[in-house]
């Protein structure tokens, strides 16, 4: 079974070429995702006990939780130490369901890919891409974003460049879906012929 690990910085369009990904059949594992339902689970009393006021009602309030993280950046080590165990498990049971099914192919959807050192459990790295105007004009848009929080976020991501550089695959999103949809079709393509080869 071939692992790709998909990354990119905040508004290269990740989230969108994982759904091009499960479009061709592809089994995905959103980290995201995964820290969502945490948070509305199992790591909401955690993260409470950690961060007192940031979790009322057993659910994360991820906005209290950015506020006390921006103004404490120190405790971003602290909320790791509490999920990444937590999502590394989830990913440990996707990956095990999968090879029962027989799946030649699977994503690991990991936005710290290269940060948390992910990049060493996965086969190929496909690294998601576009010019850095596209990015902030994305990333500024969305609701309660502000440019204070965007530098925050970029300061913990490892730069674009590098990650361009340490990928097996880049896909360029800043052509438009039709070319992205493309560009993930050819390196499928490209993996399954590796995979009849081997």
């Known amino acids: 079974m071939i692992i790709i690990g998909l990354t990119g910085s905040i508004g290269m369009g990740k989230t969108t070429t994982s759904g091009m990904f499960q479009a061709l059949g592809i089994p995905v594992n959103s980290a995201d995702d995964v820290v969502h339902e945490l948070y509305r689970g199992e790591a909401a009393p955690l993260i409470e006990a950690a961060f007192p006021g940031t979790a009322p009602g057993g659910v994360v309030d991820r906005a209290r939780l950015a506020?006390?993280?921006?103004?404490?950046?120190?405790?971003?080590?602290?909320?790791?130490?509490?999920?990444?165990?937590?999502?590394?498990?989830?990913e440990q049971e996707f990956l095990a369901q999968a090879r029962s099914r027989g799946e030649p192919v699977v994503v690991l959807d990991i936005p710290l890919l290269f940060e948390t050192g992910a990049a060493d459990r996965v086969d190929v790295v496909v690294v998601v891409s576009c010019a850095p105007e596209i990015q902030r004009e994305r990333v500024l848009a969305r609701p309660g974003m502000t440019a204070e929080k965007f530098a925050a976020i970029l300061a913990r991501?490892?730069?674009?460049?590098?990650?361009?550089?340490?990928?097996?695959?880049?896909?360029?999103?800043?052509?438009?879906l039709?070319?992205?949809?493309?560009q993930v079709s050819d390196i499928v393509a490209g993996l399954a012929n590796r995979q009849k080869r081997s």
Request: hydrophobic share 40%; net charge neutral.
């Open 157 to 176: 991501q490892t730069p674009d460049s590098e990650k361009r550089a340490r990928a097996d695959y880049v896909i360029d999103t800043g052509k438009g």
């Open 178 to 182: 039709d070319a992205a949809r493309q």
């Open 67 to 90: 506020e006390h993280l921006i103004a404490v950046p120190g405790d971003f080590a602290r909320l790791e130490a509490i999920i990444h165990p937590l999502v590394r498990a989830r």
